[in-house]
């Protein structure tokens, strides 16, 4: 009896230290894609309400995407995918393949499965603007429920893009069509009126040379309130 329970004993323990312990028990995840189509919008290479946008993994699992906001982002969330698997993917126009040195390649996390393209590019250089306006709010000078921030500078012909409320105040847009190397001017304006804008009164705009890949710049309104 003694020697069945000892066998018994290693043969539980040989058991479980050849058992896979990193895979959880829930082991696919769902992953969001979104692609960023201004640019080939604007250049008449996609033709919104025309042309139909296809998600591709592993070049025979294909996915319709769509723009439910009409912000020219496409996005959809395909199911039932392995944690910890890497996969191959492609974005295609009307079942022609985008055209890039290397393919699109991820790995299924555990958590926070997004991944945010621009067609076309795989390291596309970008500008994510983030603008501070509380102590603006706090001032009386902008009231969030009725007015708007924007960005004018030379990537837009100072015509101006508007920025979108992120959280606490905090304002944000991204500007994808530049290049590395170039020497931007800029500045944040209140309701596009450039007699409500940072620095008033002539004072310089601000500046940055842009850097390949993502370039992440936060600033208070008018260097105001910042720490």
């Known amino acids: 009896m003694r020697n069945i ?33 201004q640019q080939v919008i604007l ?6 309400g ?3 946008l296809k998600l591709i993994i592993d070049s025979n699992n294909t996915y ?4 439910n906001d009409n912000d020219n982002i496409y996005m959809c969330t395909v199911s039932n995918l392995i944690f910890g698997q890497n996969y191959s993917y492609n974005y295609s126009i009307n079942d022609s393949i985008e055209n890039l040195d290397s393919e699109r390649l991820f790995t299924v996390n555990n958590e926070d499965n997004i991944i ?12 994510k ?6 102590y603006q709010v706090s001032q009386g000078n902008f009231n969030p429920s009725i007015q708007y921030v924007d960005v004018a500078g030379t990537f837009n012909d100072w ?4 920025l979108e409320l992120l959280d606490d105040d905090i304002y944000t847009a991204v500007i ?4 590395p190397g170039d020497q931007i001017e800029f500045k944040f304006r209140i309701d596009g009126d450039w007699d409500n804008s940072e620095f008033p009164g002539g004072y310089s705009n601000r500046m940055y040379e842009v850097v390949q890949g993502e370039n992440i710049l936060e600033f208070w309104y008018n260097d105001e309130g910042g720490i």
């Open 129 to 134: 603007f983030f603008v501070n306006m509380s």
């Open 43 to 48: 250049d008449n290479i996609f033709d919104i």
């Open 5 to 37: 329970f000892l066998f018994m004993s290693v043969f539980m323990v040989y058991s479980c230290s050849e058992m896979n312990n990193d895979t959880p028990y829930d082991s696919t995840r769902d992953v969001t894609f979104t692609v960023d189509m």
């Open 176 to 179: 994808s069509d530049i290049n």
């Open 116 to 127: 945010e393209d621009f067609y076309n590019e795989l390291n596309p250089t970008l500008i």
């Open 64 to 67: 319709d995407m769509v723009d």
């Open 159 to 162: 015509s101006g893009t508007q």
């Open 50 to 52: 025309v042309d139909s």
